[in-house]
Structure formats: structure tokens, C-alpha cells
């Protein structure tokens, strides 16, 4: 199974507000730049530091 770069629409990821700190966008590996305002290499279209979907993969400790 391959995985296709910001082929994923926010509905299909089920994009939405993160229900704890621990699974915000601004802690995954596909969120870029980690700002409030940023984007996914997974999920189409700006993504807010503070959502969540059901792609969420937390960063490593050594990526910052």
C-alpha cells in the first residue's frame, strides 16, 4: 500500500480540533513548518497547530 502526498482531503483524514495537547498537529511528523498556520504532507489544504486527524504520527524525540 502506498501512501500519496497531500492526497488525503481533510474529511477523509477526519481533520479536527485536537482533544488533548499530546496529538496536535504541531506534534507530528507530517505537519510543516510547526507553526499555527502550516501544512501536511498528508492532508490537503492549511492545517491549524491545534487540530488533530486519524493520520496523526508523533515526531521523534531527536527531530525537535
Known sequence: MTMRI???SKRGAQY???PTPAV???HC???FPRLAL???RLVR???RSSATCNKFTP???KEG
Open 38 to 40: 502550516g501544512g501536511c
Open 29 to 31: 511528523k507530517y505537519m
Open 24 to 26: 496536535r498537529c504541531d
Open 45 to 47: 489544504g492549511p492545517i
Open 16 to 18: 479536527r480540533a485536537a
Open 6 to 8: 497531500w492526497g488525503l
Open 59 to 61: 515526531r521523534l524525540a
